[in-house]
């Protein structure tokens, strides 16, 4: 009876040392649903309705696609464009390393979001500043897991 307690306890104990690998909240695919840009004292929506945006994070990369939902057909409003790179989440803080971008003048660039998750929505606020550009906003997006 001893060896199948000191068993038992043997088993637990070592159970309870292997820590499960916490899930990456963030992790998934989210699509666009609001966006809001606060320039200087102005705060104005910058979601468009006839494109679709899509994000995609795995464990350590993150990737965005947007375009427009007539195909391309209308060549006056024809929307494409993607990008991507490495990220990293400490805690709420997202910072994204754009590697990838069509407009190459963004690449190289890092951005810093606060993020939330409440049931399927993720939403990240932070400031793009790209000083080449003349870029210096405040950006805040939502998105719901696809």
Same mark, same amino acid.
């Given at each position: 009876?001893?060896?199948?307690?000191?068993?038992?306890? @043997?088993?637990?104990?070592?159970?309870?040392?292997?820590?499960?690998?916490?899930?990456?909240?963030?992790?998934?695919?989210?699509?666009?649903?609001?966006?809001?840009?606060?320039?200087?004292?102005?705060?104005?929506?910058?979601?468009?309705?006839?494109?679709?945006?899509?994000?995609?994070?795995?464990?350590?990369?993150?990737?965005?696609?947007?375009?427009?939902?007539?195909?391309?057909?209308?060549?006056?409003?024809?929307?494409?464009?993607?990008?991507?790179?490495?990220?990293?989440?400490?805690?709420?803080?997202?910072?994204?390393?754009?590697?990838?971008?069509?407009?190459?003048?963004?690449?190289?660039?890092?951005?810093?979001?606060?993020?939330?998750?409440?049931?399927?929505?993720?939403?990240?606020?932070?400031?793009?500043?790209?000083?080449? @550009?003349?870029?210096?906003?405040?950006?805040?997006?939502?998105?719901?897991?696809?």
């Amino acid at each position: 009876m001893k060896k199948a307690i000191l068993i038992l306890v @043997l088993i637990i104990s070592v159970t309870a040392c292997n820590s499960e690998k916490k899930e990456n909240p963030i992790k998934g695919t989210w699509r666009l649903i609001s966006a809001e840009t606060t320039e200087k004292d102005s705060t104005f929506s910058t979601f468009n309705p006839k494109t679709k945006m899509i994000k995609i994070i795995n464990d350590t990369h993150f990737a965005f696609f947007n375009h427009d939902l007539n195909n391309g057909k209308d060549t006056t409003a024809a929307v494409f464009f993607g990008g991507g790179g490495k990220y990293t989440l400490k805690d709420s803080v997202y910072t994204e390393n754009l590697e990838y971008f069509n407009n190459r003048q963004w690449e190289n660039g890092k951005f810093e979001f606060v993020v939330k998750i409440k049931n399927d929505t993720l939403t990240q606020k932070g400031v793009e500043k790209i000083e080449k @550009l003349g870029i210096d906003r405040i950006i805040t997006e939502k998105y719901v897991r696809e």
